[in-house]
């Protein structure tokens, strides 16, 4: 059984799913994401708990809450099927109401679209808390 490379050379740590329609901020989040060893995919997020329930590789969900808040139960729920991804949030800077929906939902990261550069290949490669 062969195992899967990144670009760079190195082994494929899982895949980042980015919920969202934007497409520059999703992008944005596979370059990063990619850069720190991951594949990604997209969806929206009416189909957030099929792409995850039926993929155990899913190891974040990078959710642009923009467009999620009418289904943040959806989201977090299909964040505690197949490989218990984490949730995080992506917000812009002002938006006080996303970051409250998001903490309130049970997201275990809340980002600014200015910090994804900074803090998303962080989050994703921090070990798992128990």
């Known amino acids: 059984m062969s195992s899967v490379t990144t670009a760079q050379g190195g082994k494929v740590k899982g895949k980042v799913l980015f919920v969202g329609r934007d497409i520059f901020l999703g992008t944005m989040?596979?370059?990063i994401a990619q850069k720190a060893g991951f594949l990604t995919?997209?969806?929206?997020?009416?189909?957030?708990f099929n792409a995850v329930s039926s993929?155990?590789?899913?190891?974040?969900?990078v959710v642009d809450m923009k467009e999620a808040k009418d289904f943040l139960n959806e989201i977090v729920e299909a964040?505690?099927?197949?490989?218990?991804?984490?949730?995080i949030a992506v917000i812009?800077?002002?938006?006080?109401?996303?970051?409250?929906h998001?903490?309130?939902?049970?997201?275990?990261?809340?980002?600014?679209?200015?910090?994804?550069?900074t803090n998303l290949p962080a989050i994703l490669t921090e070990k798992d808390r128990k």
């Open 55 to 61: 993929d155990l590789s899913v190891k974040a969900l």
């Open 79 to 87: 964040g505690g099927t197949g490989s218990r991804p984490k949730l």
């Open 41 to 48: 995919d997209s969806t929206v997020a009416a189909k957030v």
């Open 102 to 117: 998001a903490q309130k939902a049970g997201f275990e990261y809340v980002i600014h679209r200015s910090q994804l550069g």
């Open 92 to 100: 812009f800077h002002n938006d006080t109401d996303s970051r409250r």
């Open 29 to 31: 989040v596979s370059q």
